[in-house]
């Protein structure tokens, strides 16, 4: 095709989506796209920037979960753009195969390996790869080095959140019924336990565990906080009775909970045998994702025995290295520790105020805000939020998350204080 007709269809693409109305967009997406999303609002959004989106009818909303942390870095950050932009007018390959080599590959697997101080990096996709990478890795050491005889075992915690294809989906708990139902039979050989519990690990753990795969800080299961020293536990269990250890920090990673990575909180001994890492690697703008491990273990994965066609291609690894470059040039860690220090003493100001708050917990810029069960559940509330510009999202009904991006500057962060001061103390809450 010529560059002209290009640009023409180029222009066509851009001006449709632009032209199409709010009711139109929904109708296109509720017609034609599987009902596995609902709507929280009918008014699509059509900008973003840093944490502000702006949706069709000209409205502004404050995005307080950065898209589930996939925003750590807002929308769009300016560096990523630019390099994007730059990158696509090299004609540089967006896509290869694996097969032939690729020199951002290899600059984003420098960056990322440095960045974490593991030796070698598997690149995937969407985060749930990651934990899927984690157990076929964990479950070939357990055949391969460990010598399982049977089926190996991975445990994993109550309230977990790994994802959603099959293998993980059986970690949902029973209650969450449109997650689980009808998708039986579950693969063999994971085992369930109580998260934050190191007895429950021991008594769980036989000569058939192949590793434990758990969140540093349970983000969908309601922002669940272990005591201090858990991960550190795991680890020291782990070399005891010869499992791995996975952290899945695909929504904890990248800064959010005020260190890089959460296990950093409990020091240098709480480093895992196999780190998941996702949202936040791309900065938001392409799904990338993949494992970190030592080079011994990740020499399991032979030439054949794992990989994806986009995984780890041009395109994404530009991407990723331009995040990761983000992340150092605006110092998240040092971000998220200081605002999030002052946003969760204003949290807990304004939870002395407000009747139907339980309790905030938090770490940097990952909070939960906890409701009393005597009221309107936290859907109602995600509403109310939303009516007044900010989306801050409830999970398992009596929590809500409030993860905003990191860059948000505290003049935005004050105005969503005073939302929240408006929805659960200005007024009171009805049903
Ligand atoms: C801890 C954790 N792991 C994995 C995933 C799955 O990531 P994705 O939705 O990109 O597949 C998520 C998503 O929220 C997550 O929070």
Known sequence: MDTETAHAHARRIIEEAANLTGDETVA?????????????????VVKAEGAWLTCASGKKIFDG????????LGHGHPLIRETLKA????????????????????????KITQMTGFESFLPANGGVEGPEAAIKLARRWAHQVKGVKGTPTILFADQCFHGRTLTVTQMFVEEEKAARDGFGPWPAGFKRIPYNDLAAVEAAVDDNTAAIMVEPIQGEGGINIPDEGYLRALIELGKRHNFLVIFDEVQTGWARTGEMFCWQHEGPEA???ILCVGKSVSGGFAPVAGILASKKLMELFGPGSHGSTFGGCPISSCIGYAALTAIEEEKLVKQAQEKGEWLFEKLQELAERAPRIK???????MFGIELTPDGPDGHHFTELLLEKGAIIKDTHHWVLRFTPPIVASKKDLELVLGILEEVFVGQPAEA
């Open 271 to 273: 480093r895992p045998d």
């Open 359 to 365: 309790e905030v917990r938090g770490k940097g810029m």
């Open 87 to 110: 990158f696509l007018g090299s004609h540089a390959p967006t896509v290869l195969g694996r097969f032939l080599a690729d020199p951002y590959l290899g600059l984003f697997a420098r």
């Open 28 to 44: 296109l997406i509720e017609s034609h796209v599987a009902h596995n999303y609902g709507l929280l609002s009918r008014d699509p």
């Open 65 to 72: 979960v950065a898209a589930y942390s996939a925003a750590n």
